[in-house]
């Protein structure tokens, strides 16, 4: 079992850019696909981007591609989301989400295919 501890949310001006993190807590993310989501008030939760258990191969939703970027560090413990050229409509509490699974072709882009969750943090896009 994985334990998800995010990090890194704040206040940024349009145009700015921030880094979010999402430690494992207990084991590494080697076996684990990674997503990132987000959530407006008022809105469903969303899906933001994906890593795959090996660390290398990522999709990303069409409104942040070109603009976010997941990676994830050497160790495997620690996954990051890189927010450049902000907008406002980015603003949302984002939680970053785990499931077990090595070897598969598929992106998980649903909140119902993962089973472990941070416990989010708030990111705002003045204008």
């Known amino acids: 079992q994985v334990q998800l501890v995010e990090s890194g949310g704040g206040l940024v001006q349009a145009g700015g850019s921030l880094r979010v993190s999402c430690a494992a807590s207990g084991r590494t993310f080697s076996s684990y696909e990674v997503g990132w989501f987000r959530q407006a008030p008022g809105k469903e939760r969303e899906f933001v981007a994906t890593i795959k258990w090996n660390g290398v191969n990522t999709y990303y939703a069409d409104s942040v591609k070109g603009r976010f970027a997941i990676s994830r560090d050497s160790a495997g413990s620690t996954v990051y989301l890189q927010m450049n050229s902000l907008k406002p409509e980015d603003t949302a509490v984002y939680y970053c989400?785990?499931?077990?699974?090595?070897?598969?072709?598929?992106?998980?882009?649903?909140?119902?295919?993962?089973?472990?969750w941070g416990q989010g943090t708030q990111v705002t896009v003045s204008s």
């Open positions: 989400a785990a499931r077990r699974g090595v070897y598969t072709a598929n992106y998980h882009v649903t909140p119902n295919d993962y089973g472990y």
